[in-house]
């Protein structure tokens, strides 16, 4: 194997797990659903950014351990369901899922490079945002419309996000 | 079994956690209750930051804008340059001033012309996910606000109250999927039913492809909904045209959503007004609506006549039928006697009804 896909596959890092202060673990997540609810009140634009789904996935994917990603992820999503008009369970179902799957991928690569964040990033927007739609179909009976090329767009200025955003996070 | 436990501890989490989840949603769409606990702390939790953060924001923008105006001075004549953005700054903190003062004073003009009781409210947040069609606003229960209230600006119809706390409130627009409202059009007063589509255009459903709805004709509150009061104002037609099945198809564009949202009006009581005859009147309620009439004038009571004179019903027309056969036979109604019910009785003054 070459030095590069050793990188990507993580052989060098896959065995360390980051500790997170429980603080932090506390206020970026109260922060991040802040963010979400506040500023595109009056910066429009930013209402594409899912900010509570890549601090659940930076988190999972930062302590490696799938059933602390599926918890992390419960937490989050559950108070999203909150501030939403969906009965409660539906952002928490979801982003327990990618917490779960988060922190099982995060053994496979090296999560501290910014390409791999980059695409987890976008993978797991495209993920969030279908098992949404599937969710809200199946349990609530509610025919939204899924704009694939929209949640691609989406996917790929979250993913653009994540990356400086997660090394934002590295130093906290 | 702890063997089993530690072996397969992260599916095994999972699992208790989806079906968790899926027990709490099953339970809320069944019971179509919600589980308020959870919703209180996280909203208790979360939106007086929202405030604070609000509170902040208004506070420093000044001192951000004077600051980015100082640094461009310093580059050019330190003096002249700063004296110079000082006053822009001024005009446009004025202009900002008075167009905040312009919208807080239609929407105190407008809450004092209609009879509902309302409550002023403003809009501090917004609903999570990318679709969100919901707003938080900074009223709640301790001050009145209770779920299914409607919400309302000077333009029209808003959204109604899906979720009421302690100190603030969840409004569901009605650009929502989920909304609905019983609406009514202004020209032939056919009924229909607002539909929320998830975007800018609402649609009205259930009119029958045989009933008028024309292009640009306003659409106002029926009342039927038991939601918002009769009479206020919801869009106009966007789009009306001929269904394949047996309904209309047609679209609107909701007025109470196109001149932004910074406050709004929570309807605490209700009351059924007409609707309008000309819809521009209420466009602009600060310009165009007339004073009402002072009680001792004369006018003013031929004013009050002349309406309730229009909106009487058939049983008003009968008592005043009675009352003016008892006046013409100098007759008082409970003394004993009865009147000759089949004399016809001097016609009504001018400006009331006619006399069918």
Redesign the interface.
């Known amino acids: 194997m070459t030095e590069l896909s050793d990188r990507m596959l993580g052989m060098r890092g896959r065995s360390r797990k980051y500790q997170l202060r429980p603080l932090v673990l506390l206020l970026v997540p109260v922060a991040s659903i802040l963010f979400q609810v506040y500023t595109p009140l009056f910066w429009g634009f930013f209402s594409f950014l899912e900010l509570p789904l890549l601090v659940t996935v930076y988190f999972s994917l930062m302590r490696r351990d799938p059933a602390m990603g599926a918890l992390i992820g419960c937490g989050i999503g559950l108070v999203q369901d909150a501030f939403s008009s969906n009965p409660l369970g539906v952002f928490g179902m979801v982003k327990t899922l990618v917490g779960f799957f988060a922190a099982h991928v995060s053994g496979l690569f090296d999560v501290e490079n910014a390409v791999i964040r980059f695409g987890l990033g976008f993978f797991f927007f495209l993920f969030h945002q279908f098992s949404y739609w599937v969710l809200v179909r199946a349990l609530l009976g509610q025919t939204p419309p899924f704009d694939f090329p929209q949640a691609m767009l989406f996917g790929l200025l979250n993913a653009a996000v994540a990356a400086p955003l997660f090394g934002l996070l590295d130093r906290l | 079994m702890e063997i089993f436990l530690n072996r397969y501890?992260?599916i095994t989490?999972?699992a208790v956690?989806?079906i968790g989840?899926?027990f709490?949603?099953a339970y809320?769409?069944k019971t179509r209750q919600?589980?308020r606990l959870?919703?209180v702390?996280?909203?208790s939790?979360?939106?007086p930051?929202?405030r604070i953060?609000?509170l902040v924001?208004d506070n420093t923008i000044g001192l951000l804008d004077d600051y980015s105006d100082l640094w461009r001075a310093k580059e050019e004549n330190l003096r002249l340059k700063k004296s110079l953005d000082d006053l822009k700054l001024e005009n446009q903190f004025l202009k900002n001033e008075l167009e905040t003062a312009d919208r807080g004073k239609s929407l105190s003009l407008f809450q004092a012309q209609i009879q509902s009781r309302t409550a002023a409210a403003r809009?501090?947040?917004?609903?999570?996910?990318?679709?969100?069609?919901?707003?938080?606003v900074d009223r709640g229960s301790r001050d009145g606000v209770a779920r299914g209230m409607a919400v309302i600006t000077p333009d029209g119809i808003v959204g109604k109250v899906?979720g009421a706390y302690p100190g603030s409130s969840?409004v569901?627009l009605i650009t929502?999927?989920?909304f609905a409202a019983g609406v009514v059009s202004q020209k032939h007063r056919v009924h229909g039913t607002l539909k929320g589509q998830?975007h800018s255009v609402c649609s009205i459903e259930y009119i029958q492809n045989e009933e008028p709805v024309e292009a640009g004709e306003w659409f106002y509150t029926s009342g039927d909904d038991k939601i918002f009061p009769k009479g206020l104002r919801v869009g106009q037609v966007s789009v009306a045209r001929q269904g394949k099945m047996f309904f209309r198809e047609v679209f609107l564009a909701p007025s109470g959503l196109q001149g932004g949202m910074e406050a709004v009006l929570i309807v605490l009581d209700g009351v059924h007004e007409a609707i309008p005859d000309n819809p521009e009147v209420t466009a602009s309620p600060e310009l165009h609506l007339l004073k009402p009439p002072p009680p001792d004038s004369k006018l003013g009571m031929e004013a009050n006549h002349v309406i309730r004179g229009v909106f009487s019903t058939d049983a008003d027309d009968i008592l005043d039928r009675y009352k003016r056969i008892g006046a013409a036979q100098g007759h008082e109604y409970g003394a004993g006697s009865v009147p000759n019910f089949n004399i016809n009785p001097a016609p009504p003054a001018a400006g009331a009804r006619p006399e069918r």
């Open positions: 501890r992260n989490v999972l956690v989806m989840q899926l709490l949603l809320q769409v919600d589980v959870i919703r702390w996280a909203v939790g979360i939106l930051l929202a953060v609000d924001r809009v501090i947040a917004r609903g999570t996910g990318t679709e969100s069609k919901v707003v938080w899906s969840q569901i929502d999927p989920s998830g």
